[in-house]
């Protein structure tokens, strides 16, 4: 029955998502996290953070991932082909559209539109991602300085220098984590 359940769940998300995997990541939070409670926000941010790492496209580790936590081997391919599976047949039915028809103007108009709401989301699950790296917190709290995290904000400020200055993303993921672990023991 799980299996199924994270089939359907994640089959809804690939349907509504549009703008790849950082804009699936709100949309898959609420399923994981505050639907089902499949999983806590540290273990959804857990699991973010590791299909930044591994190959391939962010929406889809992530629901591996999120699957695997589940329920296992089978979640985990459950829940992938859950993702992907809606994704598949609405890429190629979009595709023959676009190719066919993608010189209209009434197309350009509608993907002009889906640009600054797809940017919406990716902004959404920024903001949660900041707030508990650094705040610690999973809501604006009343007062910020009660929960901050310098050790959070310092690797936050170091990796966003790092990404500008055009290092590798691999890098600057050694370095936070090896940044974390540091701090994580002297302070």
Same mark, same amino acid.
């Given at each position: 029955?799980?299996?199924?359940?994270?089939?359907?769940e994640?089959?809804?998300?690939?349907?509504?998502?549009?703008?790849? $995997?950082?804009?699936?990541?709100p949309?898959i939070?609420?399923?994981?996290? /505050?639907?089902y409670?499949?999983? *806590?926000?540290?273990?959804f941010? /857990?699991?973010f *953070?590791?299909?930044?790492?591994?190959?391939?496209?962010?929406g889809?580790?992530?629901?591996?991932?999120?699957?695997?936590? *589940?329920?296992?081997?089978g979640?985990? %391919?459950?829940?992938?082909?859950?993702?992907? *599976?809606p994704?598949?047949?609405?890429?190629?039915?979009l595709?023959? %559209?676009?190719?066919?028809? =993608?010189?209209?103007?009434a197309?350009?108009?509608?993907?002009? $539109?889906?640009?600054?709401?797809?940017?919406?989301l990716?902004?959404a699950?920024?903001?949660?991602?900041?707030?508990?790296a650094?705040w610690?917190?999973?809501?604006?709290?009343?007062?910020?300085? /009660?929960?901050? /995290?310098?050790?959070?904000?310092?690797?936050?400020? =170091?990796?966003?220098?790092?990404?500008?200055?055009?290092i590798?993303?691999?890098?600057?993921l050694?370095a936070?984590?090896?940044?974390?672990?540091?701090? =994580?023991q002297?302070?």
């Amino acid at each position: 029955m799980i299996y199924l359940q994270l089939f359907f769940e994640f089959a809804k998300i690939s349907l509504v998502c549009v703008g790849g $995997g950082y804009a699936s990541m709100p949309l898959i939070q609420a399923v994981v996290v /505050d639907n089902y409670h499949w999983l *806590t926000l540290p273990e959804f941010i /857990d699991v973010f *953070t590791i299909s930044q790492m591994t190959p391939g496209p962010i929406g889809i580790n992530a629901a591996t991932f999120a699957g695997m936590k *589940t329920a296992g081997i089978g979640g985990a %391919i459950s829940a992938t082909m859950g993702f992907v *599976t809606p994704s598949l047949f609405l890429c190629i039915f979009l595709a023959k %559209i676009i190719f066919k028809y =993608g010189e209209l103007g009434a197309i350009q108009g509608i993907l002009n $539109g889906l640009r600054p709401a797809v940017m919406a989301l990716i902004a959404a699950a920024c903001i949660s991602f900041v707030l508990l790296a650094v705040w610690n917190v999973e809501e604006i709290p009343q007062n910020f300085s /009660d929960t901050f /995290d310098l050790k959070g904000a310092i690797i936050l400020i =170091g990796a966003l220098i790092a990404v500008r200055m055009k290092i590798s993303v691999i890098k600057v993921l050694i370095a936070a984590g090896a940044a974390g672990l540091i701090l =994580g023991q002297i302070w």
